[in-house]
């Protein structure tokens, strides 16, 4: 089992200025927990929401991708909100699951290429049950995680270079060519390999 992750971060203005999104990748016993959190608006107010739900998810990444926003829909209420998608991967089959609330991606490139549906909402303020979905991830399989502070439109035949190289290039790439320029903006990218 070789995996490959990646997060990376942007604030929509400047360097220095705090962001309202944030992620996490925690590697467990033989699973792998990515979680990406938009929080409403930018700047401190949003960055302190993210960091709320960061303290959440560090402590919640045994949980079921569903449960895992639900509980943090509590958590993060009395908040502005945020948007969410979670996913646990399991290494060794290759079974992902995943769940996702508001204006927020989860795609897969490789053996098909698919985005995952997710639910309207704001954690935090008023969201529907959170669905969760189980799908395989095969060897080659990318999965892409990005706010809507990226083009939605991935393409890889526009950027013949997009999903080449390590999970770290690959991040970077869709930081540097996707990257809207009024939003904070966030990407998790998973080589998945057996
Ligand atoms: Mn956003």
Redesign the pocket.
């Known amino acids: 089992m070789k995996n490959d992750y990646h997060f990376a971060k942007q604030p929509f203005c400047h360097e220095s200025e705090e962001c309202g ?1 944030t992620g996490v990748i925690i590697e467990y016993d033989e699973h792998l927990f990515l979680a990406l959190v ?1 929080a409403l608006g930018h700047g401190t107010i949003a960055a302190n929401i993210a960091q709320k739900a960061l303290t959440y998810l560090e402590q919640s990444y045994r949980e079921r991708p569903a449960v895992v926003l639900e509980n943090l829909h509590e958590h993060l209420k009395g908040t502005r909100g945020s948007v969410a998608a979670v996913c646990s991967l399991n290494c060794i089959t290759g079974s992902l699951s995943y769940s996702g609330i508001g204006n927020i991606s989860i795609k897969r490139f490789g053996s098909n290429a698919e985005s995952f549906v997710t639910r309207d909402g704001i954690l935090g303020y008023m969201i529907p049950s959170p669905v969760e979905k189980t799908i395989k991830l095969y060897a080659g399989d990318i999965l892409v995680m990005h ?3 990226i083009k939605d439109h991935i393409d890889p035949t526009s950027f013949p270079n997009l999903l080449m190289g390590n999970a770290k290039n690959i991040c970077s790439n869709v930081m540097t060519l996707l990257k809207k320029e009024n ?2 903006a966030s990407c998790i990218i998973l080589r998945y390999d057996i």
Do not use: A, I, L, N
């Open positions: 999104d938009d706010s809507d502070g939003d904070d």
